[in-house]
Nanobody
Framework: VQLQASGGGLVQAGGSLRLSCAAS????????MGWFRQAPGKEREFVAA????????YYADSVKGRFTISRDNAKDTVYLQMNSLKPEDTAVYYC???????????????WGRGTQVTVSS
């Protein structure tokens, strides 16, 4: 399984970015997709997850109302639309797959390499 995240970059506070994660090597539409992030010196933390059909989503309280996770099963791609970005959103963002909906890092089995998001104040 290969996951390739992209779309990161440098943005000012209040701005927006859209991350993408393209998957290959497994039946994309059968698996939960999640986004996590890791800031320097901090543990990797859950951001959002979406069910195989896209009908169920989970969000961390810190991003609820600002971030939106979505997926396009025809393109084997999951997205993370990030609006109203804050400096504390600065981190490397990772996509990952899981067999069922979860917020726990340990529930996810395959991980992409991550994309850097930097929000300046």
């Amino acid at each position: 399984v290969q996951l390739q995240a992209s779309g990161g970059g440098l943005v000012q506070a209040g701005g927006s970015l859209r991350l993408s994660c393209a998957a290959s090597g497994r039946t994309f539409s059968s698996y939960v997709m999640g986004w996590f992030r890791q800031a320097p010196g901090k543990e990797r933390e859950f951001v959002a997850a979406i069910s195989p059909s896209g009908g169920t989503t989970y969000y961390a309280d810190s991003v609820k109302g600002r971030f939106t996770i979505s997926r396009d099963n025809a393109k084997d791609t999951v997205y993370l639309q990030m609006n109203s970005l804050k400096p504390e959103d600065t981190a490397v963002y990772y996509c990952a797959t899981a067999p069922s909906m979860a917020r726990r890092y340990s529930a996810y089995d395959y991980w992409g390499r991550g994309t850097q998001v930097t929000v300046s104040s």
